[in-house]
């Protein structure tokens, strides 16, 4: 009999997350797996299309068993509106859990996906004191610190409790997956060293198949030398040192495409504008995942950037993996694991975070030397399929369940 695999996920499809991958390969692999997740409102802040309190709760994705549980969908996405949202999905979780553990049949394995917050990890909790599955944990957002780093919480005593209540959690896991050999450390003052394995990202298929789809509102592309970001505008992307990278090369030929949004946007757009770019700097938003390769073919470099915190140096953003796995030369403006990947694969250029200077004069370099462009590329989808294609991640992650 197949072993029967419990995922619990903040997000699922449709929204666009490596968990929705996971839980095909899972699925490929002959086991039995269902998603736990809530309706899906990321990053629009509304409920998708389709979903519903009594629409779609109960779905079939590519073989996998979906579950939507009830929220309060997180809206504009303000301070308030986000604990709501994740209060309430937590409330949902905890409910939903204890029905599973009391009155279904038994999962022999819980796979968390964690990203922000880190109350999706403690309802699998409870399931292990009711029914002792084997818990793996993948932890995407190393918490306290990403909130402190962000500044959202300023408390000593609140760091303290939230320091303690993750070194609970992880505890009671039996393996926690790390995205980067950066956390090691900090995972290690949590649990025993046997317990951390390190699973890095990987690109989805349509990066590696360079299958070129169109998005449906046929976006226009600017003539000339442009660098492009795709992802989320947030907090954590320092756009704000983006932008001032933006103003010293005011005066070059250089295009900027931002495809992605966030809670950033805003305020880029504003800056652009009241600083005469607007004629420098196109948006394209949000786009479905199968036409990313069609955007990426339109830029000569892909850029990202992380804010200058510690916790951010230890973070490989998966957009890394998806540039390289594109072939695709890369500027980066980041410090610590990230910076070192880039000159490492020597599939671009990278500067420490904040650099914007450093970040400016390395993308004027990559205009002027566009010889190097194709063997950064090159070199960039060889460091990729050796070090984190998807097949080997498949391998590893079958090992660790059913082993």
């Given at each position: 009999m197949a072993q029967r695999v419990l995922i619990y996920t903040n997000h699922f499809y449709p929204e666009n997350f490596k968990v929705n991958e996971v839980s095909e390969m899972l699925s490929n692999d002959?086991?039995?797996?269902?998603?736990?997740?809530?309706?899906?409102?990321?990053?629009?802040?509304?409920?998708?299309?389709?979903?519903?309190?009594?629409?779609?709760?109960?779905?079939?994705?590519?073989?996998?068993?979906?579950?939507?549980?009830?929220?309060?969908?997180?809206?504009?996405?303000?301070?308030?509106?986000?604990?709501?949202?994740?209060?309430?999905y937590f409330a949902s979780c905890i409910i939903y859990t204890l029905y599973i553990g009391l009155f279904k049949k038994k999962y022999d394995v819980i796979?968390?996906?964690?990203?922000?917050?880190?109350?999706?990890?403690?309802?699998?909790?409870?399931?292990?004191?009711?029914?002792?599955?084997?818990?793996?944990?993948?932890?995407?957002d190393m918490w306290p610190d990403t909130l402190v780093a962000l500044d959202i919480i300023k408390s000593k005593k609140?760091?303290?409790?939230?320091?303690?209540?993750?070194?609970?959690?992880?505890?009671?896991?039996?393996?926690?997956?790390?995205?980067?050999?950066?956390?090691?450390?900090?995972?290690?003052?949590?649990v025993a060293d046997y317990k951390i394995d390190y699973f890095p990202n990987w690109a989805e298929d349509v990066f590696t198949q360079k299958n070129q789809v169109q998005p449906n509102n046929n976006p226009q592309f600017p003539v000339g030398f442009s660098v492009m970001y795709a992802g989320n505008i947030g907090e954590a992307q320092d756009f704000g040192n983006v932008f001032n990278a933006m103003k010293i090369l005011k005066n070059e030929a250089i295009n900027w495409l931002i495809v992605g949004d966030g809670r950033w946007l805003k305020q880029l757009k504003e800056k652009v504008s009241q600083s005469g770019l607007s004629d420098k700097?196109?948006?394209?938003?949000?786009?479905?995942?199968?036409?990313?390769?069609?955007?990426?073919?339109?830029?000569?470099?892909?850029?990202?950037?992380?804010?200058?915190?510690?916790?951010?140096?230890?973070?490989?953003?998966?957009k890394l993996q998806a540039y390289m796995a594109s072939a695709k030369p890369i500027v980066g403006m980041i410090s610590g694991e990230g910076n070192q990947i880039i000159k490492?694969?020597?599939?671009?250029?990278?500067?420490?975070?904040?650099?914007?200077?450093?970040?400016?004069?390395?993308?004027?370099?990559?205009?002027?030397?566009?010889?190097?462009?194709?063997?950064?590329?090159?070199?960039?989808?060889?460091?990729?399929?050796?070090?984190?294609?998807?097949?080997?991640?498949?391998?590893?992650?079958?090992?660790?369940?059913?082993?």
């Open positions: 002959g086991l039995e797996v269902t998603v736990i997740t809530g309706l899906p409102n990321y990053p629009d802040g509304k409920i998708a299309k389709g979903y519903g309190y009594f629409k779609n709760t109960t779905d079939v994705v590519k073989g996998v068993k979906v579950k939507r549980l009830w929220l309060i969908p997180r809206g504009s996405g303000s301070k308030l509106r986000l604990v709501i949202n994740y209060l309430s796979f968390v996906h964690h990203t922000s917050p880190i109350l999706i990890a403690i309802s699998p909790i409870i399931y292990k004191w009711l029914r002792k599955p084997k818990m793996i944990l993948w932890d995407l609140v760091i303290l409790f939230l320091e303690t209540l993750v070194k609970w959690i992880y505890k009671q896991y039996d393996k926690v997956l790390i995205g980067s050999n950066s956390f090691a450390s900090k995972a290690k003052e949590r700097v196109t948006y394209y938003g949000n786009n479905p995942l199968q036409t990313m390769p069609y955007f990426f073919s339109k830029a000569d470099v892909m850029f990202f950037s992380l804010q200058d915190k510690e916790i951010f140096s230890k973070t490989v953003p998966a490492e694969a020597n599939c671009g250029l990278s500067v420490n975070s904040g650099d914007y200077i450093g970040f400016a004069d390395a993308i004027l370099e990559m205009k002027t030397n566009k010889q190097l462009l194709l063997q950064y590329g090159q070199n960039g989808e060889a460091y990729y399929n050796k070090n984190y294609s998807k097949p080997s991640r498949k391998k590893q992650l079958s090992s660790i369940i059913k082993g």
